[in-house]
């Protein structure tokens, strides 16, 4: 059998962190390389949280640097590149340098690799997935585990036949196989979407429904066909926001600093309110898919990293679009994003009318937005 590589990279973020630690409970057996990208402009609390993860571990987590041979640290080495133009959500050159082509370089080769992505259970996004063929993403938090690549050629019509036959074969034993089957003979059409397909097929029966695409991938050029048994497959756990706190408190390894909520006043109407607010990613200090309120955080809460940040904005570049980091720290417009932050937390909660909820859809409207590779 061919040797099979597989890896989980660590942004910082709780996340990726929550998944390393997973699978190391869950399935110690996997043979899990773990590497992280340090830009060199990382939080102090995300080295703290790969110093803490390695005593979990136990083992070493490969540190990737680009331009490892330039006397600055990989950002300011590549801004100098760019000609100090910085990088923005329209012109994301810091992801691609930073993190993609590191990781590209680390598995460069044909051999088959196995990545895994801690995109949770309760969102919506695919993150970074590798064009290379020998690169195949797995996603275990989630309730498919699949990439979408997979899904698309286990569902298209062209396969229904083959899927029957590995329901029947794989999947004999489930007390749903007749409802099973039928679900997989319907095509995909404007009335049975591809997305609604999966959800009945998955609804039904998770294992059943791996084990199927187990054996369609051994029938392709995927890494997975190189294995002859993936423990992954039997995994039907569902994880969201709230386990990875869990997992991340529970195991020790705890929760990075940056994430805990801390309180702010501000004034409404005359009167005085409190509302609370932290930092809602990993990745660089001065990330410019920041939100305003997390640039008020920033100042109040690390100032002398906020100041650094501030010395990039010159020659008319800036962080963010129409405002500079000068503008955004006084006082009055600190109050006033304050203020903005504030009331729509609060309409939120009212919508949302449950702080669990709130907390999702708080915190996933920034999350959701931004890059994979940086934040999971
Ligand atoms: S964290 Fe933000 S600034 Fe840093 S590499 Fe990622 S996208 Fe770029």
Same mark, same amino acid.
């Given at each position: 059998?061919?040797? $099979? ?7 910082? %973020?709780?996340?990726?962190?929550? =998944? ?63 000609? %100090? ?34 995109? @949770? ?12 063929? !020998? ?6 938090? &989630?309730? !498919? ?6 899904? @698309?050629? $286990?569902?298209? !019509? ?20 007749? &409802? ?24 039904? +029966?998770?294992? %059943? ?7 369609? =991938? ?24 709230? +386990? ?60 002398? =990293? ?25 006082? %009055?417009? @600190?109050?006033?994003?304050? @203020? ?14 449950? +702080? ?6 708080? $915190? ?13």
């Amino acid at each position: 059998m061919t040797q $099979v590589k597989h890896v989980l990279g660590i942004s910082g %973020g709780k996340d990726s962190a929550a =998944l390393a630690i997973y699978l190391k409970d869950k399935h110690p057996d996997l043979p899990v390389e773990y590497y992280t990208c340090d830009t060199g402009k990382e939080l102090n609390e995300t080295y703290e949280l790969i110093k803490n993860l390695e005593v979990y571990l136990g083992q070493s987590i490969v540190k990737l640097e680009a331009a490892k041979d330039s006397p600055e640290d990989p950002f300011d080495h590549f801004l100098q590149v760019y000609g %100090g133009y910085l990088p923005s959500a329209m012109a994301r050159w810091c992801t691609k340098k930073l993190k993609l082509d590191p990781f590209e370089q680390y598995i460069a080769g044909d051999d088959p690799v196995i990545s895994y992505v801690g995109i @949770r259970g309760d969102e919506q996004r695919e993150g970074y997935i590798s064009k290379r063929p !020998n690169i195949q993403s797995i996603f275990p938090f &989630r309730k !498919n585990i699949w990439s979408e690549d997979v899904i @698309r050629k $286990v569902l298209s !019509n062209g396969q229904i036949a083959f899927i029957k036959g590995l329901y029947e074969e794989y999947v004999a034993d489930s007390p749903h196989l007749q &409802r099973l089957i039928e679900i997989v003979e319907e095509p995909v059409s404007p009335r049975l979407t591809q997305d609604q397909k999966l959800d009945l097929l998955l609804d039904l +029966d998770i294992k %059943g429904f791996n084990r199927v695409v187990f054996a369609f =991938l051994k029938t392709t050029d995927y890494p997975l066909s190189k294995v002859d048994h993936f423990p992954l497959v039997d995994n039907d756990e569902v994880l969201v926001r709230d +386990d990875i706190f869990r997992i991340l408190r529970d195991s020790g390894v705890g929760v990075p600093a940056y994430y805990e909520k801390r309180e702010y006043q501000v004034e409404i109407e005359g009167e005085i309110k409190t509302g609370h607010y932290s930092r809602s990613r990993s990745g660089c200090f001065f990330c410019f898919f920041q939100q305003k309120i997390e640039w008020v955080w920033l100042y109040e809460n690390h100032p002398e =990293l906020y100041e650094k940040a501030k010395v990039y904005e010159k020659d008319g570049y800036t962080w963010q679009q129409g405002e500079t980091l000068e503008e955004l720290s006084q006082p %009055g417009r @600190r109050q006033a994003i304050k @203020r903005e932050h504030y009331l729509r937390t609060e309409r939120q909660r009212n919508n949302a009318q449950s +702080d669990s909820l709130i907390d999702i859809l708080g $915190v996933e409207d920034a999350e959701g937005v931004g890059c994979a590779a940086c934040f999971i």
